[in-house]
């Protein structure tokens, strides 16, 4: 791993990942998930394997869990955003192309920008469409 990823994920720890368990959320970096009655929220950060680009990424599924198109079944505690077709995710940061840009110096206020991102994934949780129903 590099530095500036390796300061990015300690910026995430710091600054992101309490605020994810307040919101309920449970799982290990780089995937998280919140079983709510009706639906399972996921996050799952991901690193451009050039560097220097972070994508947070969120989808959704039925409580239940999920059965993929290989018709492989994960239990709600197991299912990764990458499980979800395409159609049914969200890229945060809308406003700066769906990425964060970082090196190794601006590690702590792009973790900051993550965690003020996390209100587009409520908004998007809440307002799309289960599609699974």
């Known amino acids: 791993m590099s530095v500036e ?7 995430l ?3 992101v990942i309490p605020n994810l368990r307040n919101r309920g959320f449970k799982g ?4 998280f998930y919140r079983k709510l009655e009706n639906r399972v929220d996921l996050l799952m950060f991901q690193f451009s394997a050039w560097g220097g680009v972070l994508y947070v990424e969120v989808s959704k599924c ?3 869990g999920h059965i993929d198109v290989s018709e492989a079944f994960y239990q709600p505690n197991k299912v990764k955003v990458y499980n979800i077709d395409t159609a049914h995710r969200q ?4 406003e700066i192309r769906e990425m964060f840009e970082f090196n190794k110096d601006n590690t702590e206020v792009i973790s900051l920008n993550v965690r ?14 289960n599609w699974w129903v």
């Open 5 to 11: 990823r390796d300061n990015m994920i300690n910026s």
């Open 13 to 15: 720890r710091k600054n």
């Open 28 to 31: 290990s970096f780089p995937h």
């Open 62 to 64: 039925s409580p239940e």
């Open 91 to 94: 890229r945060l940061g809308k």
């Open 116 to 129: 003020e991102s996390l209100k587009e994934g409520e908004e998007w949780w809440n307002s799309s469409p």
